[in-house]
C-alpha cells in the first residue's frame, strides 16, 4: 500500500459518514432561514478534520498505553497502521495536531464571521474530543466514552451546523439530534461490549466493563428502540413532520443488531451498527429535504 493510502486509513474514513450527516442534518434544519453552500462545505471540513484528528489521537494513546495491542480485537478487525508499526507514535501525534490546527482554523474563521456561539461550541467539542483518551481524565476508558461520542456526533456537531447557517440557537436541532446521537453512541458501545473481555484484561472500564454483558445488552438494545421512538413521536408532535417517519425504513437493519445481543457480539459488531445509523441519518436527512421541497 502507498505511504497516502497508509495515512488515509489511519484517519479511518468510513467513520466520517457520522460527521457528514450531523452537519448535513443540522445544516437542513437552518435552510428555512437560508442555506450558504460555502459555509456547509466550510463546516462540514472542520468537522471532518477534526473528526479524523480525534481518531488519530485515540489511536495514538491506546496504543501508546498498551490497550491497542496486536492480539485486541479491535487490530485483528480494521486497519491499524499505528499498531500495525505501519507508521510511528510521533508521527500519528504530529499529524493529529496539525489536523486539528486545520480544523481550529476553519472554526475560528466560522466564529469570526458567524458569531461567538461557534467558538463555545467547537471548543466544548474539542475538549471532548482531546479527553476521550487522552490523561488526565480519559473519558473513554472512565465508561464516558458513549456519552462524549454522542455529545459530539449528536448535539454538539448538529447545533454549530445550525448555528453556522441561521446565526440563532434553538432547541430543535438538539432534540433531532438525539435520535442519531444516540446510534452513534452505540457504534462504540457495540465495539466495546465486543472488547469487554479484553479492555477488562487491560484495566480499561469501559461502559460494557461497568454494566455487564447482560446490561450492555439490554442497555443495547433499548436504546435503538428508543432512537426510532423518538424520531416517531417528534415526526407526529414536532419539531420534526410525518414526512421523518420515513427514517422506519432503516428498521428492517436493526433485526440483525437485535440478533447479535442474544447470539453474541461478531468481529464486525461496530461496524453493522454503523451501518443502522448511517442508514438512519440519510433518511432523516432525506425527510427535511422533501419537507422542505414541498
Known amino acids: 500500500m502507498s505511504r497516502l493510502g497508509t495515512w488515509f486509513l489511519a484517519t479511518r474514513p468510513w467513520s466520517f459518514s457520522m460527521s457528514a450527516i450531523s452537519v448535513s442534518v443540522g445544516a ?18 472542520g468537522m ?4 479524523g484528528a480525534t481518531n488519530l489521537i485515540n489511536d495514538y494513546f ?20 499505528l499498531a500495525d508499526r505501519e507508521l510511528g507514535l510521533n508521527q500519528v501525534l ?20 458567524r458569531g461567538w456561539p461557534v467558538l463555545a461550541i467547537g471548543a466544548v467539542g474539542v475538549a471532548v474530543s482531546l479527553c476521550y483518551t487522552a490523561p488526565l481524565f480519559p473519558l473513554k476508558y472512565k465508561a464516558l466514552g458513549e456519552v462524549a461520542v454522542f455529545f ?4 454538539l456537531s448538529m447545533l454549530g451546523a445550525y448555528y453556522v447557517q441561521s446565526q440563532a440557537l434553538s432547541w430543535t436541532p438538539v432534540l433531532v439530534s438525539i435520535p442519531f446521537g444516540t446510534l452513534v453512541g452505540l457504534v462504540l458501545l ?37 432512537a426510532f421512538a423518538g424520531i416517531g413521536l417528534m415526526s407526529l408532535a414536532g419539531p ?21 445481543v442474544k447470539y453474541g457480539w461478531p468481529d464486525d459488531a461496530d461496524a453493522r451498527t454503523a451501518k443502522l ?8 436527512l432525506a425527510s427535511l429535504i422533501l419537507n422542505k421541497a414541498w
Open 277 to 284: 445509523d448511517t442508514a438512519f441519518g440519510v433518511l432523516l
Open 62 to 81: 491506546d496504543v501508546k498505553n498498551r490497550v491497542d495491542v496486536p492480539d485486541a480485537p479491535t487490530v485483528k478487525y480494521r486497519p491499524h497502521p
Open 28 to 45: 437542513a434544519l437552518a435552510a428555512g432561514s437560508g442555506f450558504s453552500a460555502g459555509l456547509y462545505v466550510l463546516t462540514l471540513a
Open 152 to 155: 459530539m456526533w449528536g448535539p
Open 94 to 113: 504530529a499529524a493529529a495536531v496539525a489536523m486539528y490546527a486545520a480544523g481550529i482554523g476553519i472554526g475560528l474563521f466560522l466564529a469570526a464571521t
Open 190 to 226: 457495540a465495539n466495546n461490549l465486543r472488547d469487554r473481555e479484553h479492555d477488562r484484561r487491560q484495566g480499561i472500564f469501559t461502559l460494557a466493563v461497568l454494566l455487564g454483558g447482560r446490561g450492555g445488552n439490554a442497555l443495547f438494545a433499548g436504546l435503538i428502540v428508543a
Open 48 to 51: 471532518v478534520l477534526l473528526h
Open 240 to 260: 420534526l413532520s410525518p414526512i421523518s417517519l420515513l427514517v422506519f425504513l432503516a428498521a428492517p437493519l436493526a433485526a440483525p443488531l437485535l440478533k447479535m
